[in-house]
């Protein structure tokens, strides 16, 4: 699933192609996709896009007029870019072609199809971005908010950070790769972090997505890609691998479906829980 960083990544080189193309054709091509707005998108028809933005997950795309088209890719969803003549495929579920002779595709192989898009006229009511934490990236994610928002948390680091609702925009690898950047077990419980470890927490998570942003971009330049590149990664999907500081095998814990890497080592759980 994308996150963040990738999805920075994609919002900065989709810019290059589709900024101040005009939409000629809109087609929808699976019912449900839809979440707020006409069925067929047909607002869209004639626009221009005007900006891509990112909000958490999600990426939005503004036209002129106020209208923002909302996507968020979910576990297998990807977006595509080229010429309007290549074949659609059975997995693009939304296909929109521009005055330039190409399209920008969303694009699902996989099942289920839960990908989502949503057109709104007002951003900042839009129901799927009202209850996002901050940005790391922005001024308003600050070490006093941090705190708050994990004041009396009893739950550990692993869920408070794919958390939302709490910081926007990580998931499952990248809450992997903050702690072990910030030496912090996944498995501590928020309120039993010092207010160094706390500080330390705060710290990681933007510095670890700007290195992935970088990573990233390092390896695709400015294209688009159709699946994680996550071969720079420290723990995440490396289970058994030894760690890249010390030399320990990584480990890898099982829980509601969702694997957490660490290393047993370098993020050893030194305080009470
Ligand atoms: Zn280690």
Excluded at 244 to 256: A, K, N
Aim: a positive charge; charged letters at 25%; glycine letters at 8%.
């Amino acid at each position: 699933m994308p996150e963040l960083p990738d999805l920075e990544v994609i919002r900065e080189n989709l810019t290059l192609r589709v900024a101040g193309r005009r939409v000629e054709k809109v087609e929808v091509r699976r019912p449900g996709l839809v979440q707020a707005g006409p069925a067929n998108l047909s607002p869209l028809l004639g626009q221009k896009v005007q900006k891509i933005h990112r909000r958490g997950k999600h990426l939005i795309f503004s036209f002129d007029e106020k209208l923002h088209l909302l996507v968020h890719l979910m576990r297998y969803g990807w977006l595509w870019h080229g010429a309007t003549t290549y074949e659609v495929t059975k997995a693009t579920t939304l296909c929109i072609s521009f005055d330039d002779g190409n399209d920008l595709r969303l694009i699902e192989p996989g099942s289920p199809q839960i990908a989502a898009v949503w057109l709104v006229d007002d951003l900042e009511n839009a129901e799927p971005l009202k209850k996002l934490g901050p940005e790391p990236f922005s001024p308003d994610f600050t070490l006093e908010r941090f705190a708050q928002a994990l004041r009396g948390k009893r739950r550990i680091l692993k869920k408070i950070l794919v958390d939302q609702s709490l910081v926007a925009g990580i998931g499952n690898a990248y809450a992997d790769e903050i702690l072990f950047w910030a030496r912090i077990s996944p498995f501590r419980y928020a309120h039993t972090l010092t207010p160094e470890e706390l500080e330390k927490l705060w710290r990681a998570i933007p510095e670890t997505l700007r290195w992935a942003v970088g990573e990233i971009k390092a390896r695709v330049g400015d294209g688009l890609f159709d699946k994680e590149i996550r071969d720079f990664l420290f723990v995440h999907g490396r289970a058994g691998a030894p760690c890249r500081v010390c030399g320990t095998p990584i480990g890898e814990v099982l829980f509601e479906g969702q694997r957490t890497n660490y290393c047993p080592n370098c993020q050893r759980v030194s305080q009470p829980v």
